[in-house]
């Protein structure tokens, strides 16, 4: 396994800790579930401030190859993750245990745009202040895992960048289906 989605968020909407806790939380995730020998990193980007630089999701999580719990191919290599060829759906995008995602819980966290890049310093923030705010204003960037949306557009459907949270509380996210999940990878 080099890929799962978190089976629960760490309990703060989007208040993950930053990077750095998000990162603890996919390590931790992926040692109960004995995966931990490897460095497992959360698919999110980190958005340019006065204090921060931006940090791009696909520039954290390694060149690939990536499998599922179930050994499933999700990705051969960073060019394929961010293509149409990637593997990531409804039936691949697993737990760290092997299990599927609920479905109520669509929305994915990444904070990041179709290329694997992070917003620009002159977007909205759009990662819930980098992954520290857990308050019912800003928004977080949400890809659908399972590649379904009402909407009929290429860009409704994809797995990293559907379309914004409503807020960055627990409440605001769980509105359209976000429980505070995010895609973690082994590097």
């Not at 390694?62 to 060019?79: K, Q, S, V």
């Not at 759906?89 to 995602?101: I, K, V, W």
Request: overall charge negative.
């Amino acid at each position: 396994m080099s890929f799962f989605v978190t089976s629960l968020g760490p309990g703060r909407g989007a208040d993950l800790g930053g990077l750095e806790g998000a990162d603890a939380h996919c390590q931790a995730l992926a040692t109960a579930a004995g995966a931990g020998q490897r460095s497992w990193r959360a698919y999110l980007s980190q958005q340019s401030n006065k204090q921060q630089p931006s940090i791009d999701a696909r520039d954290r999580i390694g060149t690939g190859p990536w499998h599922n719990a179930r050994g499933e191919l999700i990705a051969a290599n960073l060019d394929e993750l961010h293509g149409a060829s990637n593997r990531i759906n409804r039936d691949t995008a697993l737990s760290e245990h092997g299990q599927p995602t609920p479905g109520r819980w669509h929305d994915i966290l990444t904070g990041t745009r179709a290329d694997g890049t992070a917003p620009s310093p002159l977007d909205p923030d759009l990662t819930c202040k980098n992954w520290t705010s857990a308050a019912d204003d800003g928004a977080a960037l949400v890809g659908h895992h399972d590649r379904a949306s009402a909407i009929k557009e290429s860009w409704a459907t994809s797995w990293l960048s559907a379309h914004q949270s409503r807020g960055c509380s627990a409440a605001k996210l769980s509105e359209l289906g976000s429980g505070g999940l995010f895609y973690c990878f082994a590097k």
